[in-house]
């Protein structure tokens, strides 16, 4: 996966696609970047934590320190506000990490049963599905934590200048 990477953006729109206790997710999300660029995000994956200090603030720039989840999908670390205060919270990054380890289960879990029921209604070809299916189990428990884990968010946001505590 990704680095953390650090950027200027001004959010423009975005739809919401779901909200949770841990996180928000929003979809189609255009943002401008400081040279005026317009940047399209397919899925943004916020900490509640940061959507209350104002990271989706639309016609305001922010900084966020993000990591690509895909190509077009990111996950949101932190937001560094006007007044140069890095606002982050890792321990609830750490608990949406487990939920991916969960989600990934029931993946593999369901991965066998739900291609054999795809591949009878599609005469054989949702047995596709399966190789698919495990492929995102394998990426919700193995990179997605291993991502998300705290040393690697300490080390990432200190090579960004952000002391974590």
Request: aromatic content about 10%; some cysteine; hydrophobic content about 40%.
């Amino acid at each position: 996966m990704s680095g953390l990477i650090k950027r200027t953006l001004t959010v423009k729109n975005y739809d919401l696609q779901g909200n949770s206790d841990l996180d928000v997710l929003y979809s189609m999300v255009r943002c401008e970047d400081e040279e005026g660029n317009n940047v399209h995000f397919k899925q943004v994956v916020m900490l509640e934590y940061l959507r209350r200090h104002g990271a989706k603030n639309t016609d305001t720039p922010r900084i966020w320190y993000y990591k690509h989840l895909n190509k077009k999908s990111i996950i949101l670390i932190a937001i560094e506000k006007s007044n140069g205060k890095v606002e982050y919270d890792i321990d609830q990054v750490r608990r949406v990490a487990r939920s991916t380890i969960l989600k990934g289960l029931v993946y593999g879990v369901a991965a066998v049963p739900a291609g054999v029921i795809i591949a009878t209604a599609t005469y054989g070809f949702g047995l596709l599905f399966i190789p698919y299916a495990f492929y995102l189990s394998y990426r919700n428990i193995f990179k997605f934590p291993k991502m998300l884990r705290r040393q690697t968010l300490v080390n990432d946001l200190a090579a960004h200048g952000v002391v974590v505590r």
